[in-house]
């Protein structure tokens, strides 16, 4: 797996944010981040990648590194941020910024 670039990474809502892709998802209540949160971690578990995740009362924050690629961004990362947008385009959730 190799580092991407700045201008590799193109996904929309995620920033490179000191070496990680980062993504705000406004939630606009505690226990909707949870519900949020609860299909990411299943897709995270089925892609065998996982975020950090900071849940908010407004708000839901994934952080992504790959931690096999020395905590770069990678492939891996912008796959799961796309699969991350799906499920909040599926739960009509959208980026906070
Ligand atoms: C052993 C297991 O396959 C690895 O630790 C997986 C688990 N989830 C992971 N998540 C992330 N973000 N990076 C990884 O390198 C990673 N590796």
Known sequence: MNALSAD???VPGWRLT???LKGTF?????SAGARFLQDVAKAADE???HP??????PSVEFTLVTHDADDTVTDKDVALARRI?????ALSIKHAD
């Open 18 to 20: 000191r070496g990680a």
């Open 26 to 30: 406004a939630t606009d209540g505690f």
């Open 52 to 57: 950090d995740a900071l849940v908010t009362y």
């Open 47 to 49: 892609a065998n990648h």
């Open 8 to 10: 590799q990474i193109d």
């Open 85 to 89: 947008n799906d499920i909040a385009g």
